[in-house]
């Protein structure tokens, strides 16, 4: 891909049609099914405001093929390079959401713990929340405290079934 070209597209799973946006480094945003193509323009606006915009399926192919094997319980891993941007803050969370294991969860106090911020739970919780490539880096694997599931920009709904897809019996 040239320098200043981004991709824009849509990915079909059998969860959904999912947006995404694609750099020269990697996957830079996934967006939950029914988001208009208009927020993944205009992020991509914030972050690179001269780029071109294309639209590349074969840039896709490898998100699609590693979100569908997911979905379908065949990928417990994803191994797409990324491009995730945000505060050094954020990218630290981020960070520490990889580390949690298929099938396992964590609380945001757990995350805070683990990054060394043991009273930025909140902020925690907003990072999270601002991961610009869900699913891929695991945000739905982090609960409340309390073992309940909590906030989740794709819906508690969706959240339930990607952790009973991995294995958690949540009801």
């Known amino acids: 891909m040239n320098k200043g070209n981004i991709v824009i597209g849509e990915i079909e799973t059998n969860t959904g049609v999912f947006g995404a946006v694609v750099t020269d480094r990697g996957l830079a945003q996934l967006t939950f099914p029914g988001r208009p193509r208009d927020?993944?323009?205009?992020?991509?606006?914030?972050?690179?405001?001269?780029?071109?915009?294309?639209?590349?399926?074969?840039?896709?192919?490898?998100?699609?093929?590693?979100?569908?094997?997911?979905?379908?319980?065949?990928?417990?891993?994803f191994t797409l390079p990324l491009d995730m941007h945000g505060t050094q803050f954020q990218r630290e969370v981020w960070q520490a959401l990889q580390q949690i294991p298929f099938g396992q969860t964590r609380s945001y106090a757990d995350i805070a713990e683990s990054i060394g911020r043991p009273k930025a739970v909140r902020a925690v919780g907003a990072a999270n929340g601002a991961n610009p490539v869900p699913v891929v880096v695991p945000c739905h694997r982090v609960i409340g405290k309390s073992g309940k599931l909590v906030g989740f920009a794709g819906g508690l709904e969706l959240k339930s079934r990607l952790l009973e897809l991995e294995g958690h019996n949540l009801r």
């Open 39 to 77: 927020i993944r323009e205009q992020w991509v606006r914030r972050w690179w405001p001269n780029a071109n915009v294309i639209a590349d399926d074969g840039r896709l192919r490898p998100i699609a093929e590693q979100l569908q094997a997911y979905f379908c319980g065949e990928l417990r891993q």
